[in-house]
């Protein structure tokens, strides 16, 4: 009976989606005069297909509910949903989606209501980013598509709003935190919402020059210009791929000292192995992302080859920068531990 009812409900399912006309993203994506999507026409229940980009963003909000990405290699849109349809979200999945297009502060969103569904098909194949000069440029070929932006100074954007901070969680209050830095185009914004990930909410902010991967989105408010408020919206700290230290916090003029490290990604120890020309004590830090010292110590080193290993075993899983300085040389180095 339990295999009869779920085969009944996936019919049903079925139906209502064959009912509508199915239209691509690229199709749904277009505006009219007024810059509302899908040609003005949102009381039209639509289907259409494409690849589940996550995090559930609306796990925290509505219990049940779903907000992600949904991109079919073309276009994205963003999808709305209160309830699952007995759909288990999962990054990656190829869905159908029935719905209406409706405009939400100035981002084309997919909204599902009674009767609507979200359908499993299979599995699907993720994007990689595509790199892009700034975020306002092309605002709208940008909302949900997968983006970088590459050497951001996370240690020159202004932190935090009224609304919030990086940092600052409250289970009952949405938060959020917004960086407005040049570099970013038109006071445009990395966007970090409590609801999308509450680790990296929770997190301190990444100091250093950093590649950024996200999603194109955009808000602008009750009054805001439709063409303005674009964001980047990152997934999670795997999203910020640390380039090096801001110019300031370390002299990046200094020489570089060309040594390999090894291994990478490590667990219990990271090796440097390098050629020196002559006998000093140099100093080394390992630095985690918000940019805390996890450990300093001085360095012997001599005339000709040298290994210098630096004991991991007590770090966490993530992302840290290792940093060694003698009298004429540097190295800055990103390493990963993993456990």
Known sequence: MKKLGTLVLLMAALGAA???????????????????????????????????YGPNTNKYRTTGGMTFVLNDHQAGVKVYSTRSFGYTFHEGDSILVVGTMQDFKGEAELSTHAGDTIILLGQGTLDAPVVVPDLGSNGEGQESQLIELDNIDMATVAEGTANGDWGIYNTNTYFTAWFNPATLHDNNAIYIDSFCN????????????????GFGAQHIGSTGNLASGYQIVPRSLDDFHFVSQSVGIHDLSSASLDAAVYPNPASTKVNVQFLFDKNETASATITDISG???LAQE????NGENVVTFN?????????TLTMNTSSKSLISKITITK
């Open 312 to 320: 991991t075993a007590s770090l966490a899983t993530g992302m840290y």
């Open 292 to 294: 805390r010292t996890v």
């Open 18 to 52: 064959s009912a509508q006309t199915p239209k691509t993203i690229s199709q749904l994506r277009v505006n009219d005069a007024n810059g509302i999507p899908n040609n003005g026409d949102t009381l039209t229940r639509v289907s259409t297909t494409g690849v589940v």
């Open 198 to 213: 509450q680790a990296m909410f929770l997190s301190p902010k990444p100091r250093g020059i950093y590649n950024i991967v």
């Open 299 to 302: 360095v012997e080193v001599v």
